[in-house]
Nanobody
Framework: QVHLAESGGGSAQAGGSLRLACEGF????????MAWFRQTSGKEREWVAT???????DYTKSVKGRFTISLDTAKMTLQLQMNNLKPEGSAVYYC???????????????????WGQGTLVTVSS
């Protein structure tokens, strides 16, 4: 079983930067997919970015060029560098880990899924 713990949330001005981290604990050796999601009150959880242990990454369109996802596979620590923050980026950010149920981390569902408890990011204009 894998447990995830996010850190690094906080407040920033629009145009500023924050760096989120997500540390994995437990049986992380089989984990091959990790991702960041975010959620605001009353809305569904939104996918932000995915990375696999080969280093392949993918981002939702609204954060491309501003956010960078990275993974330290030795420590199973996921990070999200967020630059040029916008007020609409205010949300609780969650990390997720797992293994592909089908082809890869970018299509289909994940098995052995774990979620962190979330960390709040507030961006003011």
């Amino acid at each position: 079983q894998v447990h995830l713990a996010e850190s690094g949330g906080g407040s920033a001005q629009a145009g500023g930067s924050l760096r989120l981290a997500c540390e994995g604990f437990g049986d992380t050796k089989s984990t091959t997919c990790m991702a960041w999601f975010r959620q605001t009150s009353g809305k569904e959880r939104e996918w932000v970015a995915t990375i696999d242990t080969d280093g392949t990454v993918d981002y939702t369109k609204s954060v491309k060029g501003r956010f960078t996802i990275s993974l330290d596979t030795a420590k199973m620590t996921l990070q999200l560098q967020m630059n040029n923050l916008k007020p609409e980026g205010s949300a609780v950010y969650y990390c997720r880990s797992g293994v592909p149920s089908e082809y890869d981390c970018y299509s289909g569902s994940w098995a052995r899924e774990a979620w962190g408890q979330g960390t709040l990011v507030t961006v003011s204009s």
